[in-house]
T-cell receptor
């Protein structure tokens, strides 16, 4: 009965490769997010989707392409991986209640680019 | 612009009370949220202050003062399991579904 799930949990790959991370939420939320957390634990939003529509794209390189096939899923595809992409990527979801902001995070995907 | 400032580390003794401050420089926001993150884990929601004042949830309380551009998370009866990172966060108006997080405060609870 996991609320927000991500796969894979760990991802080790070489520079230049293309990889995808999948996210699913079973909470019935209408908004989903991708965050990047660096080695200093700084948590920065990358994208947010509301009802499958892209709302926020926070100056992320276009090598990163999110895709939301439905409200319960938000995937992240990364092309031409670089060393600087190494980080933990968190998916999150929330129910739009106006200003109220309570987000549920997935377990994270630790990406290591060598 | 929007920025949130938190102390990088706080150390306290088991059973004590600790306050983690969050000061912000922002043109406006809807409310102040707090999240907890254990090492290797995911951030988990703790509290949300839409209005000025104190919100209490068990051992944790959160406070907001918009006039002072200041908020804090208060943890009482500290337990070893409270050792974690704590993040404050705001959602600026007009920013869609964008949440800005502070850099986090690492809390060490000692026996």
């Amino acid at each position: 009965d996991t609320a927000v799930s991500q796969t894979p949990k760990y991802l080790v790959t070489q520079m230049g490769n293309d990889k995808s991370i999948k996210c699913e939420q079973n909470l019935g939320h209408d908004t989903m997010y991708w965050y990047k957390q660096d080695s200093k634990k700084f948590l920065k939003i990358m994208f947010s989707y509301n009802n499958k529509e892209l709302i926020i794209n926070e100056t992320v390189p276009n090598r990163f392409s999110p895709k939301s096939p439905d409200k319960a899923h938000l995937n992240l595809h990364i092309n031409s991986l670089e060393l600087g992409d190494s980080a933990v990527y968190f998916c999150a979801s929330s129910q739009d209640k106006g200003s109220y902001d309570e987000q549920y995070f997935g377990p994270g995907t630790r990406l290591t680019v060598t | 612009g929007q920025s949130l400032e938190q102390p990088s580390e706080v150390t306290a003794v088991e059973g004590a009370i600790v306050q983690i401050n969050c000061t912000y420089q922002t043109s406006g926001f809807y409310g102040l949220s707090w999240y907890q993150q254990h090492d290797g884990g995911a951030p988990t929601f703790l509290s949300y202050n839409a209005l000025d004042g104190l919100e209490e949830t068990g051992r944790f309380s959160s406070f907001l003062s918009r006039s002072d551009s200041y908020g804090y998370l208060l943890l009482q009866e500290l337990q070893m399991k409270d050792s974690a990172s704590y993040f404050c966060a705001v959602r600026p108006p007009g920013g869609g579904f964008k949440t800005i997080f502070g850099a986090g405060t690492r809390l060490f609870v000692k026996a």
